[in-house]
Antibody, heavy 122, light 107 residues
């Protein structure tokens, strides 16, 4: 069955970097757009970034544009989020998520990982 | 950016009763509206897409309606497992945006 497993979260100082990974199982990874969505403690959901199924299209929320980079390695069925110049307001659980439709993007998420917590604190 | 506003923030309902949750968009999103359920410590789960289509495996007691800027999620008869936070999301335009959530709690 479909499974998304995030890793790479932890405690990091402001201004430092962190890379999140998401291993995908149980579906044809190269056919699906993928997302990162985050949730600050006690808050709502915030879309962070999307990458199209072939990696040719990438969008970012304004709050992370220029600091975060999304990428994918379809040979490894893995999604990444490189986070640079981290700020306290980036503290959140980061979810990896799959687009509902094949060969498209911008549709609802039909599967989510369990999330990885990133804490930015000195 | 399209702002999504959910109301009420908290809804107190007795088991077996009907729950009605609202979601309003700051501009039209057509029918490109999804609802997710999230339980404490868990990832969200897709309930409804295209405003009224139930996702795979979602019970018939969950229904969605609306278009344009006004949307509703109805849970016809609340079961114990339905007490959770519900999020709406528009996917009509970038950036994708979520509402602040409605917590459905036991009355």
């Amino acid at each position: 069955q479909v499974q998304l497993v995030e890793s790479g979260g932890g405690v990091v100082q402001p201004g430092r970097s962190l890379r999140l990974s998401c291993a995908a199982y149980g579906f044809t990874f190269s056919n699906r757009a993928m997302y990162w969505v985050r949730q600050a403690p006690g808050k709502g959901l915030e879309w962070v970034s999307v990458i199209s199924y072939d990696g040719s299209i990438k969008y970012y929320a304004d709050s992370v544009k220029g600091r975060f980079t999304i990428s994918r390695d379809s040979s490894q069925n893995t999604l990444y989020l490189q986070m640079n110049s981290l700020r306290a307001e980036d503290t959140a659980v980061y979810y990896c998520a799959r687009d509902q439709r094949e060969f498209s993007y911008g549709y609802p998420v039909d599967y989510w990982g369990q999330g990885t917590l990133v804490t930015v604190s000195s | 950016e399209i702002v999504m506003t959910q109301s009420p923030a908290t809804l107190s309902v007795s088991p077996g009763e009907r729950a009605t949750l609202s979601c309003r968009a700051s501009q039209s999103v057509g029918s490109n509206l999804a609802w997710y359920q999230q339980k404490p410590g868990q990832a969200p789960r897709l309930l409804i897409y295209y405003a009224s289509s139930r996702a795979t495996g979602i019970p018939a007691r969950f229904s969605g309606s609306g278009s344009g800027t006004e949307f509703t999620l109805t849970i016809s008869s609340l079961q114990s497992e339905d007490f959770a936070v519900y999020h709406c999301q528009q996917y009509n335009d970038w950036p994708l945006t979520f509402g602040g959530g409605t917590k459905v709690e036991i009355k």
